[in-house]
């Protein structure tokens, strides 16, 4: 009879303990984190703002949207209570660049891709190229420095200053080369009027600019008393100037080969 008893009294516990728990019942609801406006937004040289837009559904308590860019040129902020990021973008002074910003809620994201436009080049666009290289204790280069004179050219005539033509002559100085193969190394190179032959200079007394008129008269001349190039993969862009004129700029693309002495 006690058993019987017992059984009766355990019953009731039996059953709560088979009830199934009410967030099983109703599970909450992942969120849900929605681009609205453009995944690509584009911006010109001048830089400026923009929005990006977007819906959360179903936010979790103590949770917040969070964006990421490494772009230092991007300058961003979360509205969340009006579900908007603002983007600010600097001017750009120089080539085409992206970025990525990335918004991130819970186990949610999506990607915004940031474009701008490059900076007009102002300057003359040269496509041709001639040059030498000396190596260190050669002839023409007693120092212990590896030389590369250059000429650049709008016109593929270096035989004489071509009607119309644009010329600039640099004659850089590098701390190291391919004897083998010469290429005019990377790097950035000043003005040196001095022309003492340092790694990382360009001498003065052999370098200029010149443009020329239909005659073969230079209608722009520059001696340069300052200046400085970079040198990266197959592009030579810089600028020269003299007592006379303000910065002079240019620009070469294409191959970096030189010939050997």
């Not at 050219?153 to 850089?172: C, H, R």
């Not at 790097?187 to 200079?201: F, H, K, L, M």
């Not at 001349?221 to 007592?243: H, R």
Request: with cysteine.
């Amino acid at each position: 009879m006690k058993k019987f008893i017992y059984l009766l009294l355990a019953l009731p516990l039996l059953m709560v303990s088979c009830e199934p728990d009410s967030a099983d019942l109703h599970p909450m609801p992942e969120p849900v984190l929605t681009l609205i406006s453009n995944s690509v937004i584009e911006f010109e040289v001048e830089g400026g703002s923009a929005e990006i837009i977007y819906t959360l559904e179903n936010a979790i308590e103590g949770v917040d949207i969070v964006a990421e860019c490494d772009a230092k040129w991007v300058a961003y902020k979360v509205f969340a209570s009006e579900s908007k990021i603002s983007l600010n973008v600097e001017a750009n002074d120089g080539d085409a660049r992206e970025a990525t910003l990335v918004v991130k809620y819970d186990t949610q994201e999506f990607v915004v891709v940031l474009k701008q436009e490059a900076k007009p080049f102002e300057g003359y666009e040269l496509s041709y190229i001639a040059g030498t290289y000396y190596a260190p204790g050669s002839e023409f280069n007693p120092t212990e420095s590896h030389n590369y004179y250059v000429a650049l050219s709008s016109i593929d005539d270096f035989s004489t200053y071509a009607p119309n033509g644009v010329y600039v002559e640099l004659d850089i100085w590098a701390a190291a080369a391919d004897a083998t193969n010469p290429v005019v190394p990377n790097g950035e190179y000043v003005i040196d009027t001095t022309n003492s032959g340092a790694p990382g200079t360009i001498g003065a007394g052999y370098s200029r600019l010149l443009e020329m008129d239909a005659n073969q008269s230079p209608i722009v001349w520059v001696l340069p008393i300052e200046g400085k190039v970079v040198v990266s993969d197959n592009k030579i862009e810089g600028y020269l100037l003299d007592e006379y004129s303000e910065k002079v700029w240019f620009r070469y693309t294409g191959s970096l080969s030189v010939n050997v002495e």
